[in-house]
């Protein structure tokens, strides 16, 4: 079979990469895990809150922060936007 025949030119690295996709295996799983304990934690946070706040307004409030965060330009930014909000009433 010619599969068995291209592992055997390869058998002398086999454990090496057998112990090498074990432990990505293992550290994936891992990050995986604590990815979904973290999705958890965002919902019990969401939870808390939602009768304390509008967290929909609060979750475009962080997208505009963050946008404004990331402008390289500020004058050029805040003139856009002042045209785009009163000449063009960019609304929702």
Known sequence: MVYHDHMALHDDKAPELRETIAEFARRLQNVEAEMSELR???KELVEE???R???KSFTLAMRVAK????VVH???FETM???LE???AVLP
Not at 67 to 70: D, G, L, T
């Open 40 to 42: 958890e934690r965002k």
């Open 67 to 70: 946008a404004k965060a990331a």
């Open 49 to 51: 809150f939602r009768t």
């Open 53 to 55: 706040l509008d967290l």
């Open 74 to 76: 500020e004058f050029e």
């Open 81 to 83: 936007l002042d045209v």
């Open 86 to 88: 009163t000449e063009f």
